[in-house]
């Protein structure tokens, strides 16, 4: 199985993005758009670099920590 993959959960043989390093050195809005073309069923998370997230996984989940003064994106986005 592919990096960044894992496969869907109704049992078809499709394989789902679960990680966007393509996106890191984009701006905020660019990023966002990808991740939700290639995963439509997650909501999408804005933090600043730095920002400490609280535990828990959220497999409906994709955080995008963001470098503040220019708001890219700093570290590669995955669902959790």
Known sequence: MARGMEAMDDGGDHL???SWPEVVGMGALE???KIREDR???HIQLHR???HAPPG???HRVRLI???AK???AITPCVG
Do not use: C, E, F, Q
């Open 57 to 59: 996984y959220d497999g």
């Open 16 to 18: 789902r993005k679960t």
């Open 31 to 33: 990023a966002a758009s």
């Open 66 to 68: 963001l470098v503040p």
């Open 40 to 42: 439509p069923d997650v």
């Open 49 to 51: 670099l730095g920002y």
């Open 71 to 73: 708001y890219t994106v």
